[in-house]
C-alpha cells in the first residue's frame, strides 16, 4: 500500500495516516466527474467516488479504515493529506466524502440539509450554541444525541483557518477516563434522560436515551453533550454535573493541533471530543466539515 500508518505522537490509540501528493494527483481527474452538486443530489455518485479513491490504494485503506474505526484499543484515524494549493476546498469536500463512505452511510444533517454540513468559527457570533463560540472551550461530547438515528462513527475536515492561535482538538478515550467505572455504574446514568437542540440543528422532535450503554462485549458507551440533556429532577442534574467536571478535569485528554486539510475520523460511542477555545483575534476564521453516519451491514 502506498500509504503510511503510523501511531500519533500524543496517543497509541490513534492511528495517522498520510497520504502523499502522487496519490492524490491521481485523484484529480476521477473527482472531476463528479460536481458538489452531484454528490448532493444523487447519493450513488458518492459511492462511485469513494471506490476511485480507494483503487488509488489498491483497495486497502478502507479495510483499514474499518478496522481502526471498530477496534476498540483504537478507534480514531486522523487522515493527513499532503495538501497544496492545487488541491482546492471542493476537493476536501470530496475527498471526506469518498472517506465516508468506505466506511458507511452518512445521516442527513438537518442543520444544512445535506449529507454534511460545512461551518465557520469566527470572532464574532451569534449563534445558539457552543459549536461555533470560538472563545468558550467546546466541551467533550459525542454527536448524535439529539437524533432519531444512529451515529456509529463522526468525521471532522479543518477546510480553512486564518489568524488563529489555539483551538486545539481535544479527544479522550472512554477507557482512559479515570471516573469511567463509578459513572458508568450509576443507576442515574442508565436512567432515560431527555434530549433536545437548539433551533439551529432543525429538529422539531426530542429524543429518550441514557447516557451510558453497553456494546454487545458489555463494555461501556456514551452518549453525551452538555448542552442539550434536559434533567427532570435533582439527581439527574447533580448527575449530569458530576460527569461534566470528571470529563473536562481528566488527565488523560488528548489534545493536540490539527493541520489544514486533515481529518479526524472517530467511533462514537467510546471516543469524546471538543475543541479548546481560541486566542482572540478580530480576523479570526475557520471552516470545518461535517460527516457523521452509521458503518454498512
Known sequence: MSFAVADHNKSKRVSVIKLNESDLDRLVFPF???TITSLEYKPFSRFSLAK???EVFENKLSQTLVKILNDRE???AIVEPEINKKFDKDFLVKLSTGLAYLVGNPNFDS???KYYARFYVKH???SDSYLRKAYTNLDLHTDGTYVREKTDWLIMTKMEEQNVNGGDSVILHLD???HLDELSNDPIGKQNFIWGS????NIDYKVEHPVFSKDENGKPTISYIDQFPE???MEQGLFLQRLSDALEESKNKVIFPLPVGSTIFSNNYFWLHGRKAFKEHSGLSRELLRIRGTFFN
Open 111 to 113: 442543520m444544512t440539509g
Open 32 to 34: 472531476k466527474k463528479h
Open 52 to 54: 476511485s479513491l480507494d
Open 124 to 126: 464574532q457570533d451569534s
Open 198 to 201: 437548539p433551533k439551529s440543528k
Open 176 to 178: 482512559d477516563w479515570e
Open 74 to 76: 483504537t478507534g480514531t
Open 231 to 233: 434533567p427532570q429532577n
